[in-house]
């Protein structure tokens, strides 16, 4: 048990659709970042958030957004969903160092 | 920037043999080096981690690994292999916390153990 929760657990969208992913940060944490993961491949890094503010982007198109509120959770937010959005995204939490991150147990996300 | 490769995108060992897995990284400051293990349908659960202090690094389950500046490796090992180890593992890799703090996964290796 990380203490990161991710919501919801699974969702089905259509294409086109707009989508928001949640994240819990454990306790203490400053730093929330995500990250898209595809089937059969390793995570990719889509951005990062520092005390509300976001600090470091991956190769996404902004479509892709986010949000950090005052207690450190985050949201990400998928404009104009296309057919390969479709993964587990991921986020993960620090105290603000990389070697204390921890992630939660993902969002699966389907786009039809 | 950054990048990771793992030799071998599956790899099949019998219960109770060794478990290597292999991860190569390229960086252009000394990194840090991380292994994450993920069951089926779960996130990420991280194995073990190299953070510039001792080479050789022990982690939970049983696993070390072992970063080798002149080879660019961080092979992770297991000297005895466990049904329950089946899974897929990644390497990653990031910066120092002053150079920022996303990681850069490799594409990962499904191990299967063979009863």
């Known amino acids: 048990e990380t203490g990161v929760t991710q919501s919801p657990t699974h969702l089905i969208k259509t294409r086109g659709q707009q989508v928001t992913l949640r994240c819990s940060s454990q306790?203490?944490?400053?730093?929330v970042s995500w990250y898209q993961q595809a089937l059969g491949q390793g995570p990719q890094f889509i951005f990062q958030?520092?005390?509300?503010?976001?600090?470091g982007r991956g190769n996404f198109p902004p479509r892709f957004s986010g949000l950090q509120f005052p207690n450190y959770s985050s949201e990400l937010n998928v404009n104009a969903l296309e057919l390969d959005d479709s993964a587990l995204y991921l986020c993960?939490?620090?105290?603000?160092?990389?070697?204390?991150?921890?992630f939660g147990q993902g969002t699966r996300l389907t786009v039809v | 920037a950054q990048s990771v490769t793992q030799l071998g995108s599956h790899v099949s060992v019998s219960e109770g043999a060794l478990v290597l897995l292999r991860c190569n990284y390229s960086s252009s400051v000394p990194p840090y080096l991380f292994w994450y293990v993920q069951y089926p349908n779960q996130g990420l659960q991280l194995l073990l981690k190299?953070?510039?202090?001792?080479?050789l690094v022990k982690g939970i389950n049983g696993f070390e690994a072992e970063f080798k500046k002149s080879e660019t490796s961080f092979h992770l090992t297991k000297p005895s292999a466990h049904m329950s180890d089946a899974a897929e593992y990644f390497c990653a890799v990031s910066l120092p916390d002053n150079y920022g703090q996303n990681f850069v996964f490799g594409p990962g290796t499904r191990l299967s153990v063979l009863p």
């Open positions: 958030y520092y005390r509300e503010e976001e600090n």
């Open positions: 993960a939490s620090s105290p603000g160092t990389v070697a204390e991150a921890f």
């Open positions: 190299y953070t510039s202090a001792a080479t």
């Open positions: 306790s203490g944490h400053n730093t």
